[in-house]
């Protein structure tokens, strides 16, 4: 169903702030809790923003499926190709390179739904956690 501005901003929100963990998980060497928070936390606002744009491009009276098992079907291909890059393997250079796809793709689309509902999106809210996650990543890897 269409969202409220409420559920959209909060799914932003908890989209670019739980992502904080993901990189403090990653730089403590915290594998479980890192797949965790990205898979499970943080992947579900990005399911919930997904859901958000089939809908404005689809209508609202259909499913996706559970856990967007029906995404293909809705998305268009190079989103869908995005997205399946959302997901990765043990790797934290892969996980790093995920996190990067997960949240140029939820920027797509949020700026998508943003704008077919009237809502205003809080780039600065993206913007702060995108430098958070550069920062974290640089200190692990000893670039400067």
Not at 10 to 20: G, H
Not at 42 to 67: A, C, P, W
Not at 71 to 90: C, D, I, M, N, V
Request: hydrophobic share 35%; charged share 20%.
């Amino acid at each position: 169903k269409p969202p409220t501005p409420l559920f959209f901003y909060s799914c932003c929100n908890n989209f670019w702030w739980c992502l904080n963990n993901v990189a403090k998980g990653i730089a403590r060497d915290e594998l479980p809790y890192v797949m965790y928070m990205l898979n499970d936390v943080v992947r579900h606002e990005l399911h919930d923003m997904i859901d958000y744009y089939i809908g404005t491009q689809h209508g609202f009276n259909l499913s996706t499926g559970k856990n967007g098992k029906y995404f293909k079907r809705y998305l268009p291909p190079e989103l869908y190709a995005q997205y399946a890059a959302t997901y990765s393997g043990s790797d934290y250079a892969d996980i790093w390179e995920a996190v990067d796809t997960m949240c140029d793709l939820f920027h797509t689309l949020a700026l998508a739904v943003a704008e077919y509902f009237g809502f205003t999106y809080r780039q600065e809210e993206e913007d702060g956690m995108r430098e958070y996650l550069r920062m974290v990543k640089q200190k692990i890897s000893g670039c400067k």
